[in-house]
């Protein structure tokens, strides 16, 4: 599926950097794909919310901080981007999921 959505786009980060997290925030990078832990993501999100962009799981479902006790343990994985680019890819990653 990766490979579906790099042969639609260009400019979309895979890593778990939060330097690219802010990339996508100040509109350098197009979107990026990361994984890690609830509290790796709640600061991001905000920032690149707060810049117009889109935080979400990799299927476009937003992040759940309510019960962050039950979820230690989890792994998440992020998609973020701008709002089209993010829709774009949500519309591919949902057709092939």
């Excluded at 790796?40 to 299927?59: L, R």
Aim: include cysteine.
């Amino acid at each position: 599926m990766v490979a579906k959505l790099l042969l639609e786009c260009r400019d979309l980060r895979i890593t778990n950097s939060v330097y690219d997290l802010m990339m996508v925030a100040e509109g350098k990078y197009g979107g990026i794909i990361c994984g890690g832990k609830i509290w790796d993501h709640i600061a991001p999100e905000i920032i690149i919310k707060e810049a117009g962009g889109e935080y979400s799981d990799f299927f476009g479902k937003p992040l759940g901080y309510s019960n962050p006790l039950a979820d230690l343990d989890k792994q998440y994985s992020i998609f973020s981007a701008a709002p089209e680019i993010h829709k774009k890819l949500q519309d591919i990653i949902n057709k092939n999921a």
